[in-house]
């Protein structure tokens, strides 16, 4: 086993010998076991070089081989949920030696994308879509007269979606040829993971089983009352053996759970599902970091890694204080001052940085594990009831509850306050998880308030104002930290809806929506330009607007969001409805998806850094 990352390329004549999938085909089965070892080792040194996800790729090693040798990919189709576990399939597809370049500008996705290969067959990113995208291929080959056949691979965290269980539930319904295998990495592999248990996956896998089932299913079927009590005695017979009664229930004929790390049998078991009807479902048991010690013990912190340092680092540069850190300290103290402060989070407790509240608050402290819908909805109750709901939630996260936000939340006025963090571009992440949308979603919607921090201190003065608002309202801050701005502790609030000026110029002034506003004063002296920290999108501060239209002839709106349906709109809309021609110029995200890079590399593209504001303030000058 690997205790550190290795600083040179593994010896892997194995794994290079393989490009394509069809390759990898022609090996013999015993040779799978040192080929997964070669594969595990390439994934730790490569990821330690480039940075990227970790501890679920080294858990799916032995399986992405046993897919790919049994499979006729990529005719036959591998949906992997999520995509964190999909590096070794990367490696074995073709993409081998790009994999350093992962996340960064121009190298590979971090996610299987369709553009990318053709052995992505779904471009993937947020979790728990893999069933019912491989239902409705499984439905279409189907109808195109093709036995290719369909896989989905799901984490058993991404099984808590809600959405999951809707396709499991369809694809029971209507008796589809497919296989859903369930990455099971949350709990270690007790005692029937063995001899007796591989021998059951053997046999609930086999034809002669399937046969036999059927064949009994004709004959019991005619007598009166038989197959129900033979039905009943499988299913108990199957339900004290194994924990896949569920399954059985929804449809779906159960197998497992298997070692998820022994290649060989993977592949028999695999060899005699490729051959069933019907939906099949697949438990494996693995373990996050198999291979690599440090991930094994802590698969949390080694869920993604940084870039190994090119050169030696002599000193530790100081940490900034990120707004994650921000919210969750801000939680910790208005916690402590106010009981009905209720924290809820969709599976992203570290992420949002409440760890500290889930260990000092556990009674107040809710994580709904992937299911956003009723994270949003149960927000929304405890409101009904006097709670004081604080819904941690990415930006494109809470894409996936817009209906709860406007049916459950907004149309009821309920005290809910939202603290939408990664808002704006995230970097290496890509278009999947930049959160660029949330102010067009939220925007039209009767009652919201919405407030864009521009620094780590105003995020926090935004949190109370936003808290302490009755009704619902949400701050959106991004990842990562402004410019260190040190945060004063207070339960200080500002006015709701004011912004305030933060250099007084003349003749252009700059609106900014959020942290890029330090992006902007960089590039305001040298024009002499207004520079206004807007503070909130909705309601935007309208007296503040008319003040500054009859000093100021041209207006630049700034914001790390979408232009279209954004802050800038709201700046638009107000002056259209009163009258007014003052020339306006809106920068944010323009209308296409911004491809993964460092967020210095985002902003320079698209012209948000200083050089960029630079820019558009000379052109507006000189026409």
Known sequence: MLQEIPQSRPYTPLLDSIDDPSQLRELELHQLEELSRELRHYLVYSVGQSGGHFASGLGVVELTIALHFVYDTPVDQLLWDVGHQAYPHKILTGRREQLAGIRSKDGLSPFPKRAESKYDSFGVGHSSTSIGAALGMAIAAKNNGSNKKVAAIIGDGALTAGMAFEALNHAGHINSDMLVILNDNDMSISENVGGLNKYLSKILSSKTYANMREGSRKVLSVIPHAWELAE?????????????????????????????????????????????????????????????????????????????????????????????????????????????????????????????????????????????????????????????????????????????????????????????????????????????????????????????????????????????????????????????????????????GKGRVIIEGSSIAILCFGPLMHEAIKAAHKHNCTIVDMRFVKPIDEALLAGLSQSHTHFITLEDHAIMGGAGSAVNEWFIANGLNNKISNLGIPDEYIQHGSQQDQWEFMGLDANGITKIIDKLISS
């Not at 939340?409 to 999947?432: E, H, K, S, W």
Request: hydrophobic content about 40%.
């Open 232 to 496: 009943k005695t499988e299913e108990h017979v199957k339900g004290f053996l194994t924990p896949g009664i569920l399954f059985e229930e929804l449809g779906f004929n159960y197998i497992g759970p298997v070692d998820g790390h022994d290649v060989e049998t993977l592949v028999k078991t695999l060899r005699n599902i490729r051959e069933l009807k019907g939906p099949q479902f697949l438990h494996i048991v693995t373990k996050k970091g198999k291979g690599f010690k440090p991930a094994e013990d802590n698969p949390i912190d080694y869920h993604a890694l940084s870039p190994t340092p090119k050169t030696k680092v002599t000193s530790k540069p100081s940490k900034k204080t990120t707004f994650s850190n921000v919210f969750g300290q801000w939680t910790l103290d208005t916690a402590s001052q106010d009981q009905r402060l209720m924290a809820i989070t969709p599976a992203m407790r570290e992420g949002s940085d409440l760890i500290g509240f889930s260990r000092k608050f556990p009674e107040r402290y809710f994580d709904v594990a992937i299911a956003e819908q009723h994270a949003v909805t149960l927000a929304a109750g405890m409101a009904c009831e006097g709670a004081k709901p604080v819904v941690a939630i990415y930006s494109t996260f809470l894409q996936r509850a817009y209906d709860q936000l406007v049916h459950d939340v907004a149309l009821q006025n309920l005290d809910v306050t939202f603290a939408i963090d990664r808002a704006g571009v995230v970097g290496a992440d890509g278009p999947t998880h930049a959160g660029v949308y949330d102010i067009g979603f939220m925007r039209s919607i009767p009652n919201m308030v919405i407030a864009c921090p521009s620094d780590e201190n105003e995020c926090r003065l935004l949190l109370n104002t936003a808290y302490q608002f009755v009704g619902p309202a949400a701050v959106r801050y991004p990842r990562g930290s402004a410019n260190g701005t040190k945060v004063t502790c207070s339960n200080e609030v500002v006015e709701l």
